[in-house]
C-alpha cells in the first residue's frame, strides 16, 4: 500500500499521512456501496488495501449540518466528498485521490472488475 500512498502524494500533493487515511476511507465507502463481489475483487487485489480499510472504514463518518443535509438528498458520493473535505481535503484533490487509486486499482484488479465497481455506485463516474 505504500506505493499507492505515495503515488497519491506524490501526484496529488496530499502528505503521505493524509493520503493514507483518505485511501482507506474511500475504498471503505466503495466496499459499502459498491456491488459486493467486484469490490470485494477489487480490494482483496491491490496491495495493502483490506488493511487500510480495516483501519479507516467509517472514518469521518459523522456527519456535521451539510453531512446531514447530503444525506437527506442521496448521500453516496457527496457524502463521502463531504467528508473527505473534513479531513481537509480540496474537491481538486479528492478527485486527483480518486482517480489515482482507481488506476492503481486497475493496474492489479484489471478494467473490468474496476470498471464494475464504478458503475455501481450513483454518481462516481463523474468523478473519475
Not at 8 to 31: R, T, W, Y
Not at 58 to 66: I, N, V
Amino acid at each position: 500500500m505504500s506505493e499507492l500512498v505515495t503515488r497519491v502524494s506524490d501526484n496529488v500533493g496530499i502528505e503521505p499521512d493524509k493520503a493514507e487515511k483518505a485511501i482507506g476511507m474511500m475504498l471503505g465507502f466503495l466496499q459499502r456501496e459498491a456491488d459486493a463481489g467486484p469490490v470485494a475483487r477489487m480490494i482483496e487485489a491491490v496491495p495493502g488495501a483490506p488493511d487500510l480499510v480495516a483501519r479507516f472504514n467509517g472514518e469521518g463518518a459523522k456527519p456535521g449540518l451539510l453531512g446531514k443535509v447530503i444525506g437527506a438528498v442521496g448521500g453516496g458520493v457527496m457524502a463521502l466528498g463531504q467528508q473527505l473535505m473534513g479531513q481537509g481535503l480540496s474537491m481538486g484533490e479528492i478527485t486527483g485521490l480518486a482517480k489515482e487509486t482507481l488506476a492503481y486499482a486497475r493496474e492489479h484488479a484489471g478494467d473490468e472488475t474496476v470498471d464494475a465497481v464504478i458503475n455501481s455506485v450513483p454518481g462516481l463516474r463523474q468523478f473519475v
